[in-house]
């Protein structure tokens, strides 16, 4: 008997090896199981083209409505794939436009697995991060300035009051002009999001940015951070959960790594994108690194850290079996069933999703693992897996288990 749904998740389909990934998972490993419900958007960079990229809006609201969305990684266009592939144009980012608009912040964690000892000595424990997935240079304004001129930044109320003009430089040679910004109700948000995630994981917090340079942007920045940290600083008393908001990012990056980790950390966009994927390989591999978006109000979106491994996609294209990791991916999806479990008060699809990713982590602990990580196992595995053999490996267990 397959377990029953009551509400979808949002399906959100994407690119080249991950989404090879996406459907195998989906066929082998979790429709056998349950009835799954979902409501699928295609968000391949085909579809998205053909639908001039309406469809990645579409997805956004559909994870606005259902609470519950998992994402397959997708190609984020360059100029170069404009031409090669003769889009309309270069898409935005569909992450950053789902982040956008559910205003999330995003949160990215390790599997740690037993035979996998992280590449920084002193990490024992997950170090999650949160970053703050609005604005920075994600959301900025480039202009190249081809010879001399004023550059001036002009604020301009819309009370009609006198406009403010701050003069940035005289230039003498062309130069490269980016200008950023970012919401403080967006900053508040975030941290937020942090305190909560700290509170409910019991992880300590740290807030780290570069204020000492950007006295006014990062200062700010900082301080909404402190203010929503000390007013709630009643339930990280009596939680037992303690927070360091006085970092500068560099020694925030120093400290991390002689750190024994079971912490969270963070960090704005930028630095969010950097850390993240530092992390990631630290503890293994980008392969292993889950990421779940939260927004403020309470939705949620699943996926990988990692994009669409473009390199063995091409390998895949010509026949050959890959050795891919799909742990990430799978944890999407395993963290996305939970979640609807979880809302909608079905234990058993909660389980499943806890068997599946035990019987993925037994997998690898058990000697069965794909080529990024096997050099870094202990004791070392010497023969690297397909995907399919590997997923034919948890598919074993699995079955065993439910
Ligand atoms: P990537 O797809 O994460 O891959 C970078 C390299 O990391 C791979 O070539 C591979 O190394 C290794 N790797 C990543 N995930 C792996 C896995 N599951 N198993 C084994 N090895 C893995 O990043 P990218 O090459 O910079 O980007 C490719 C495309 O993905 C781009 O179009 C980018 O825009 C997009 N992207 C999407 C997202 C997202 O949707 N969340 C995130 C990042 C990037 P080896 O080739 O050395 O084995
Ligand atoms: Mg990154």
Redesign the pocket.
């Known amino acids: 008997m397959k377990i029953k749904m009551k509400t979808p998740v949002v399906e959100i389909d ?3 090896m991950t989404r090879v990934i996406w459907a195998k998972i989906k066929e082998q490993l979790i429709e056998p199981f349950v009835d799954l419900k979902s409501e699928y958007y295609d968000l391949s960079l085909e579809n998205r083209d053909a639908t001039d990229d309406g469809v990645t809006l579409d997805a956004a609201k559909a994870i606005k409505k259902h609470g519950v969305g998992v ?1 397959c ?5 360059d100029m170069k794939d404009v031409k090669m592939r003769g889009l309309k144009k270069a898409w935005p ?3 950053g436009q789902i982040r956008a608009y559910l205003d999330g912040t995003v949160f990215r964690k390790s599997v740690i697995l037993k035979n996998l000892p992280p590449g920084v000595r002193s990490w024992k424990k997950p170090i999650t991060i949160g970053r703050h997935a609005y604005g920075d240079i994600f959301k900025n304004k480039e202009l190249l300035m081809p010879g001399p001129g004023k550059l001036e930044m002009v604020y301009t109320p819309s009370d009609g009051s006198e406009p403010l003009v701050v003069h940035v430089d005289d230039i003498t040679e062309p130069c490269m002009v980016s200008a950023h910004m970012n919401m403080e109700s967006s900053a508040r948000s975030f941290a937020r999001a942090c305190i909560n995630m700290a509170l409910d994981q019991k992880t300590e917090l740290w807030f780290g940015c570069k204020d000492t340079i950007s006295k006014t942007y990062h200062g700010r920045f900082r301080e909404i951070f402190k203010e929503e940290v000390e007013a709630r600083k009643d339930d990280f008393a009596e939680a037992g959960v303690g927070y360091i908001t006085d970092l500068l990012i560099d020694d925030a990056i120093a400290r991390s790594v002689r750190h024994e980790g079971g912490f969270l950390w963070a960090c704005m966009n930028y630095e969010g994108d950097m850390m993240s994927d530092m992390v990631g390989s630290g503890f293994g ?3 292993l690194m889950t990421s779940v978006l939260v927004s403020p109000d309470g939705k949620y979106e699943y ?10 996609y091409a390998r895949h294209l010509e026949g050959e079996a890959t ?7 799978l944890f999407a999806w395993t963290g996305g069933l939970a979640k609807r479990g979880e809302l909608d008060g079905i234990s058993e699809l909660t389980k499943f999703a806890g068997k599946l990713e035990s019987s993925l982590t037994e997998t690898i602990e058990s000697g069965t693992a ?3 990580i096997i050099g870094q196992t202990d004791p070392r595995i010497e023969k690297a897996a397909t995907l399919d053999e590997f997923m034919d490996e948890i598919e074993k267990r699995l079955k065993k288990k439910v």
């Open positions: 994407g690119d080249e994402k990684a997708t190609i984020t266009p980012t569909p992450n591999s980008l392969g996926e990988a850290a990692h994009g669409t491994v473009t390199r063995h050795s891919t990791n799909p742990t990430a991916t794909t080529g990024d």
